[in-house]
Nanobody, 117 residues
Framework: QVHLVESGGGLVQPGGSLRLSCAASGSIFSLSAMGWYRQAPGKQRELVAEDIISGGSTNYADSAKGRFTISRDNAKNTVYLQMNSLKPEDTAVYYC??????????WGQGTQVTVSS
């Protein structure tokens, strides 16, 4: 079992920045990937960025490339999403996601990001 606690969402003006954090606890030794998804009203949940721990690579949605950066602090069992040059279309609930080596998926509770002037 893996427990995820997110923080860092909020209201920001277009062009601004936010950093999301997700602290993992529990069976963290078995993680194969950590990442962030988002879901805007009326839309499906979509991948934003993912850190493939087992493969040593990262994946980004096209909309996130060049603006968002995913990083991980192994000592704190925390994954971050640095979001720069935010746009109104980035407004969504952002969810932390982890996948274990046994292909189990766990989700955080979600944190609201609103980009508006």
């Amino acid at each position: 079992q893996v427990h995820l606690v997110e923080s860092g969402g909020g209201l920001v003006q277009p062009g601004g920045s936010l950093r999301l954090s997700c602290a993992a606890s529990g069976s963290i030794f078995s993680l194969s990937a950590m990442g962030w998804y988002r879901q805007a009203p009326g839309k499906q949940r979509e991948l934003v960025a993912e850190d493939i721990i087992s493969g040593g690579s990262t994946n980004y949605a096209d909309s996130a490339k060049g603006r968002f950066t995913i990083s991980r602090d192994n000592a704190k069992n925390t994954v971050y999403l640095q979001m720069n040059s935010l746009k109104p279309e980035d407004t969504a609930v952002y969810y932390c996601h982890v996948r274990t080596l046994l292909a189990n998926n766990y989700w955080g509770q979600g944190t609201q990001v609103t980009v508006s002037s």
